[in-house]
């Protein structure tokens, strides 16, 4: 395997990180997942991201990573239980502001670590299923995050100053949550595995945001979802 190009894969176990993991696949890389346990209340996607690594074959070079300071930050709804998940049935989606479940420098904590593996590994690329467009309204997930953190990416490392830098690929960024389930069944990403809520129980809520937003996607791609949801509307 040495002469194989790699990559890194963010991995959640949910449905954009997971479609990565079938994207990097299809483009010929070796694939390194990397998941982080920053306490977070949908544990549940830890598991799911292990059967994820098993399903791809790569279970002995899957990587989980404790950042369990970001629950002792606070400040999220997804780290903080004494902050509701919203149930956006009850209050609707308002994308002009940003969500509570939004992680304080979530992602580019999750990109500096990336980089320093995929340099310390030999990996040419970075994947992240950030996504533009069927989103919650985080900053970090904008293309203009992606493209400044990949410019100081190329600053920060010797493949970078040596004139090879690490990319971060996006390739989700600019698609539906429909369009990212289509090209994923195509794939056969094994969505039966992942899991999309805040919550974290073993039946996903159905009513937080994450749950609509991929609800949703299934239902535009004329497609079901393989997992079990305890609403369902």
């Not at 994308?95 to 593996?117: D, K």
Request: overall charge negative.
């Amino acid at each position: 395997m040495t002469d194989s190009k790699k990559a890194v894969v963010i991995l959640s176990g949910g449905l954009d990180s997971t479609t990565c993991m079938g994207i990097a696949e299809k483009a010929g890389y070796e694939l390194l997942p990397l998941t982080f346990d920053y306490g977070q209340r949908h544990r549940l996607e830890l598991e799911n991201a292990r059967r994820v690594a098993e399903h791809y074959g790569v279970s002995d070079r899957h990587k989980v990573i404790s950042l369990g300071f970001l629950k002792d930050f606070g400040g999220s709804a997804l780290t903080d239980e004494n902050i509701d998940v919203p149930d956006m049935t009850k209050e609707g989606s308002n994308q002009e502001s940003i969500p509570v479940t939004y992680v304080p420098g979530r992602n580019l904590l999750f990109l500096s670590i990336a980089t320093s593996y995929a340099e310390a590994k030999g990996a040419e690329a970075i994947y992240i299923g950030v996504n533009a467009l069927d989103y919650s309204g985080y900053p970090d997930c904008r293309p203009e995050f992606i493209r400044k953190v990949e410019e100081v990416v190329a600053l920060a490392t010797k493949v970078g100053v040596e004139g090879k830098p690490i990319r971060i690929e996006t390739p989700l960024v600019e698609w539906t949550k429909a369009d990212i389930i289509r090209e994923g069944t195509r794939l056969g990403v094994p969505y039966q595995l992942t899991t999309s809520c805040y919550n974290g129980k073993q039946d996903a809520c159905g009513v937080c945001d994450s749950c609509r937003l991929r609800l949703k996607g299934f239902a535009e791609a004329g497609l079901t979802d393989p997992i079990s949801y305890a609403v369902h509307s």
